[in-house]
């Protein structure tokens, strides 16, 4: 164990707020540059600095640094202190980026890794269908290879952020006659083609941020599939860690439970500041030990992951711990707005985080959409008590997939 | 930065471990568990031989040298066999006179706590509940009269690290006149628990005038029990699991039954992410100052709750057999009540949580 305190990291610290001062906001001629623009510019100046993208190699546009969990701290406190752009967090970054890097081809990192990084393009997932949502692998969308093209059709739903995504990646059947698993490919589609119609689907929050997409006789290239015929599912798992266990979710429950802290000195309960009430200190000192669980368990992650040592079953538990003090974190932000838990999300978006009463009634509504996707809860528990901790698989389960 | 544990620690886990699965199996731990002393001679000695009960004694006093990270994955794997035992207040006590002794205190005490040849234990649980050091009521001197409840050791202990007024700290030998000891009827019976009397003892006083020893002893403690609740809760977890997997109803292993299984998955999720929480905690003691008193109290109060939650959960999915004296549940059970207890329940600590944090 040695996490590096002291002067080293004090050093790090002025190196990056020098950097912050000589370049951001942008300055002379690029400081007219629209915000997504002068992001991007930052963005790749940041890279050359080894302060983004730390795990990404150099070659597809990272800065391939030694990982380091309280440098990546000072980063963030830093660029935040002065609103420079971070990395994107979009999907692409978060769940295709790392998939493209274990699976893909060496074209496709070149052509896709560094555009997504420095968010350029944006992308969206085509997993979810409306009869295959937990029983993903039920899924029926289909591709044909014609004339050295995929022909694809059928719907997708639920797909986050597909009216705005330039690519998606999707699992399509392409294997009609294999075995449930063993019958789907994993192709990335230009969003941008007659053939695709993304219609928006409203959410309770009261925004647009899912949609159903029809595909119908889509077009990609042969080779734009990740992996072989039939092993989408596999890269599809791929995936899926990143999902769940990204050291990022660790740090937004951090994040999240400041905020809550920060809520709680600035509400009153009987004229008093909410924080002084003996139960409200409770909850959040029980809250607290969740969340440092987490940070730590995060941090122990990262360390194995760059041993390349498995982690063991905590990689399956991840997302479901860090939606469980989600819920935790929103139950005890609505006690603390009060009266104002009568009003509505007011359009607040995903993983905005406002600390506006609305802002807080968006995050309690999106405390159950973050449970709900990327497996729900209780597929979580099944994943955990199966593979985690070897009980016998469910008896259904098996039979749907032929085993 | 590596947040991990190194080779040596892991070693060190491995062969405490080898030690408590050959000297004290099931078998043994329930004679021991069921003795009038709950204390196992050889494998004290044992312990003694492998360097064990010396570890954070300092080289030069015939200890390890080690630091609370070591102590503390020792602690866990003391947990996962519930060793039976003074192992937990001996540390202790060696704890407060590394830190509140003077140079011919620690060469007159340690060199013999830490080889076992005697037996270190304390008492910092005041009468009147408290166990934080502005409760001790006892006036320092050399000579203490008072009552101290819940002190370690059971009739074995040789000497005592007792908590004084003020914050002092006071060594105390078991055979000194005026010293009297009474078994408590603990619920756990693998750490024993005595409730002391002091009439005009003679009591020689640690050098520690700003009760920085005191402290260091509360925030270790915290350490260790929380670091002993993740190891008893990995092993609760891991019979609990192996019952489902032999134990049949309606025709099928109980593991098939996906309420039980859900119940087992968070039986999971309340231990395993408390891994890296012990170990930070560990590290704070020795490597970062300003946070290792807050976040021993965070990992005392966090893990040991979930301990016992894990134990009560693990009692239920065991059916009958998991209610009875017979089953080894019980004794798991028993050692989350005292963790929990021991050294102020959770409530207390998230108390001071709060207030340190300055909510
Ligand atoms: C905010 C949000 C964003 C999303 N974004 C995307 C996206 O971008 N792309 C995408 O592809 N999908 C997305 N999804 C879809 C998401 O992945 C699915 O909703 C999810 O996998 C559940 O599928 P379902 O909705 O069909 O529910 P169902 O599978 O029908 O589940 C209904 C209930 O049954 C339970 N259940 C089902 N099977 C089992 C079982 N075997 N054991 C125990 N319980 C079971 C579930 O836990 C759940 O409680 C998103 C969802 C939400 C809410």
């Known amino acids: ?398 039979r749907s997939s032929g085993k | 930065m590596n947040f991990d544990l190194t080779e040596e620690q892991q070693m060190l886990q491995e062969t405490v471990g080898q030690l408590l699965a050959n000297e004290c199996p099931v078998t043994r731990l329930r004679e021991v568990f069921d003795s009038d002393t709950g204390f196992d001679e050889s494998l004290w000695k044992g312990l003694g031989e492998l360097g064990i009960l010396g570890l954070n004694v300092p080289e030069d006093f015939g200890g390890a040298g080690l630091e609370t990270l070591d102590l503390a994955v020792v602690a866990e794997t003391m947990g996962y066999h519930a060793a039976p035992g003074p192992f937990l207040g001996h540390a202790l006590a060696i704890e407060a006179i590394v830190s509140g002794g003077s140079e011919a205190q620690k060469k007159k005490w340690l060199p013999d706590l830490a080889s076992g040849a005697r037996i270190g234990a304390v008492a910092i649980a005041d009468s009147d509940g408290g166990w934080a050091s502005g409760h001790w009521k006892i006036e320092p001197g050399d000579q203490v009269s008072g009552t101290q409840s819940f002190a370690t050791g059971g009739q074995h202990a040789d000497l005592f690290v007792v908590g004084l007024a003020g914050g002092r700290l006071g060594v105390v030998d078991a055979e000194a006149a005026g010293f009297s000891r009474q078994s408590v009827d603990g619920a756990d019976l693998t750490r024993r628990l005595v409730a002391l009397e002091f009439d005009r003892t003679p009591c020689e006083l640690l050098a520690d005038d700003d009760a920085q020893a005191a402290r260091r002893l509360h925030d270790v403690g915290c350490v260790l029990l929380a670091a002993d609740a993740f190891g008893g809760s990995v092993r609760l977890l891991e019979m609990s699991v192996e019952y489902a997997k032999t134990r049949e109803q309606f025709g099928v292993k109980i593991g098939h039954f996906q309420a039980l299984k859900h119940q087992l998955a968070s039986m999971a999720l309340d231990v395993e992410p408390g891994r890296g929480l012990y170990w930070y905690a560990a590290y704070a003691q020795d490597h970062v100052a300003d946070e290792s008193e807050r976040i021993a109290a965070v990992a005392k109060a966090h893990m040991t709750d979930r301990y016992m939650d894990v134990a009560r959960n693990a009692v239920e999915a065991h059916g009958g057999i998991g209610f009875t004296w017979e089953c080894d549940v019980q004794i798991w059970f028993k050692r989350a009540m005292f963790n929990r207890a021991f050294l102020g329940h959770p409530g207390e600590h998230r108390r001071r949580q709060a207030e340190m944090a300055g909510w």
């Open chain 1, 1 to 398: 164990m040695d996490l590096n305190y002291g002067t080293e990291m004090e050093d790090f610290r002025q190196e990056v707020a020098q950097f912050l001062e000589d370049n951001w906001p942008l300055k002379g001629e690029e400081k007219d540059l629209p915000f997504e623009k002068a992001a991007a510019v930052f963005r790749e100046r940041a890279i050359e600095q080894g302060y983004l993208y730390r795990s990404i190699p150099k070659e597809y546009g990272g800065s391939e640094q030694p990982p380091d969990v309280l440098k990546g701290q000072v980063i963030r406190e830093e660029f935040g202190k002065r609103w420079a752009p971070l990395e994107a967090r979009g999907i692409g970054t978060m769940m295709l980026v790392p998939t493209l890097l274990e699976r893909g081809s060496e074209w496709q990192k070149e052509k896709f890794v560094r555009p997504t990084i420095t968010g350029e393009i944006t992308w969206c997932q085509g997993y979810s269908e409306p009869g295959s949502g937990s029983d993903l692998a039920s899924l029926k969308t289909r591709g044909e290879l014609v004339d050295g093209e995929w022909l694809i059709n059928g719907q997708k739903i639920w797909t986050s952020g597909a009216h705005l995504a330039d690519y998606m990646f999707c699992l399509v059947r392409t294997e009609p006659g294999a075995q449930k698993h063993a019958g789907i490919s994993y192709l990335l589609i230009d969003m941008k083609q007659p053939g695709i119609d993304v219609r928006p689907l409203r959410m309770m929050t009261g925004s647009a941020d899912f949609n159903e997409v029809f595909l119908n006789d889509v077009r990609t290239p042969e080779d734009w599939i990740v992996g072989k015929r039939g092993e989408g599912w596999l890269v599809s798992r791929t995936t899926l860690k990143y999902e769940r266990n990204s050291i990022g979710a660790a740090q937004q429950t951090g994040a999240a439970f400041a905020g809550l802290v920060k809520l709680a000195k600035e509400t009153k309960i009987g004229g008093r500041p909410a924080i002084e009430d003996e139960t409200i200190r409770e909850r959040l000192a029980v809250l607290e030990g969740y969340v440092k669980a987490h940070e730590y368990s995060g941090y122990r992650q990262l360390t194995k992951d760059s041993k390349r040592e498995d982690a063991g079953i905590i990689n399956m538990m991840m997302k479901l711990f860090s939606t469980e003090i989600g819920h935790q974190t929103a139950k005890l932000s609505m006690d603390l707005i009060g009266d104002e838990g009568l009003l509505s999300a007011g359009g607040a978006e995903l993983g905005q985080r406002s600390s506006s009463a609305q802002g807080w009634i968006g995050q309690y509504m999106y405390s159950l959409g973050i449970a709900i996707a990327g497996g729900t809860a209780n597929i979580q528990r099944n994943v955990i008590a199966e593979r985690g901790l070897g009980l016998p698989r469910d008896a259904a389960a098996d």
